[in-house]
């Protein structure tokens, strides 16, 4: 890809911590005047269902499939996540390896596009899920994320994930420039979230106006009590203000995982205090009708899920 100057705007971090200690129902901070950008901020204020690799409980992941799917079964967004292959191409894939989802082995990173094309990244599924299958699944190919805008354009809006970024260190610059160059950024049609700050903060640094999603992954300690996987924030009971804060100087909101091995890690509390603190609150993976239902009167913002039609039926 070529590489030109971006148009950056540096975080105003005081001016975020000002609008959010002002905050009452999970406000987004402003942001330049470009009518998209405030006007996607201000749509995020409402619920909104983000379908995970597309409608991945019904199709293959990250296909073509799933992701026509979940725009017929109402999603507002699509979720991508994002790896690099040997040669420098954004490739769509979730994890970091081939083995799971396609019929290849090895890094995602340690193949050319052309090796990952030859893939086939459908036929797993009719394996795993033979209630499920579909033999137009089979030989379903790996996408380039210039192949997901190149179809969609801003017809759709995208979720979407660095994964792994410190492995590819050009991805966070390459992908600002890829959204900038589709109008996407100015068009209010993309979130970024990940695990990973430093991914954040370096997207927030080259482009202020992408709002962006802090992940978080909760699970026990073996001394007892939770730990967040990459002690970015303290267990959840143990966060105050100032914890919230601190990601808000550079996101707008969370995504907490909810349950950990059929225990929930947070709860209706962390919603309200996150909320009081100027973030939206995103929760994956809910799946089951009636944890989604018990989300939504917790007052979450929106959640991932791999069924959107039940999700749709619940929020319509």
Same mark, same amino acid.
């Given at each position: 890809?070529?590489?030109? =100057?971006?148009?950056?705007? /540096? ?30 901020? =201000? =749509? ?16 293959? *992941? ?32 979730? %994890? ?23 893939? =086939? ?67 209010? #049609?993309?979130?970024?979230? #990940? ?24 699970? /026990?300690? *073996? *001394? ?13 009971? %143990?966060?105050? %203000?100032? %914890? ?19 225990? *929930? ?23 089951? /009708? ?27």
């Amino acid at each position: 890809m070529k590489h030109r =100057d971006l148009n950056r705007r /540096p975080p105003n971090s005081l001016l975020a911590l000002a609008a959010s200690l002002l905050a009452f129902t999970a406000p987004l901070p402003a942001h330049a005047d470009e009518s998209g950008v405030q006007a996607h901020l =201000d =749509d995020l204020k409402s619920f909104k269902l983000i379908a995970h690799r597309g409608a991945s409980g019904y199709a293959p *992941e990250h296909t073509w499939a799933a992701y026509d799917k979940a725009r017929e079964m109402g999603g507002d967004y699509l979720e991508l996540d994002l790896h690099m292959s040997a040669d420098g191409e954004i490739i769509v894939i979730h %994890d970091d390896s081939l083995d799971r989802t396609t019929n290849g082995a090895g890094k995602v990173q340690e193949h050319n596009l052309e090796q990952l094309k030859a893939l =086939d990244a459908g036929s797993w599924f009719n394996e795993k899920y033979p209630d499920r299958a579909d033999e137009t699944y089979v030989g379903a190919k790996l996408m380039t994320l210039d192949e997901v805008i190149g179809r969609y354009g801003d017809e759709v809006r995208y979720y979407i994930e660095t994964k792994s970024p410190q492995r590819y260190p050009a991805l966070q610059r390459e992908l600002v420039e890829t959204l900038d160059e589709a109008g996407l950024i100015e068009s209010g #049609s993309v979130v970024i979230q #990940s695990f990973s700050q430093a991914s954040l903060k370096e997207i927030h640094g080259l482009n202020a106006d992408i709002p962006l999603v802090q992940l978080l992954w909760y699970s /026990p300690r *073996e *001394e007892g009590g939770l730990k967040e996987w990459n002690d970015t924030t303290p267990a959840p009971k %143990d966060m105050n %203000d100032a %914890d919230f804060q601190q990601i808000a100087s550079y996101a707008i909101g969370l995504g907490p995982n909810v349950i950990y091995r059929g225990k *929930e890690v947070i709860d209706q509390g962390f919603i309200e205090q996150a909320h009081n603190n100027g973030l939206i609150v995103h929760p994956y993976t809910i799946n089951e /009708p009636e944890q989604m239902q018990r989300l939504i009167g917790w007052g979450v913002d929106g959640m991932f899920t791999d069924f959107p039609d039940r999700l749709r039926a619940l929020v319509d």
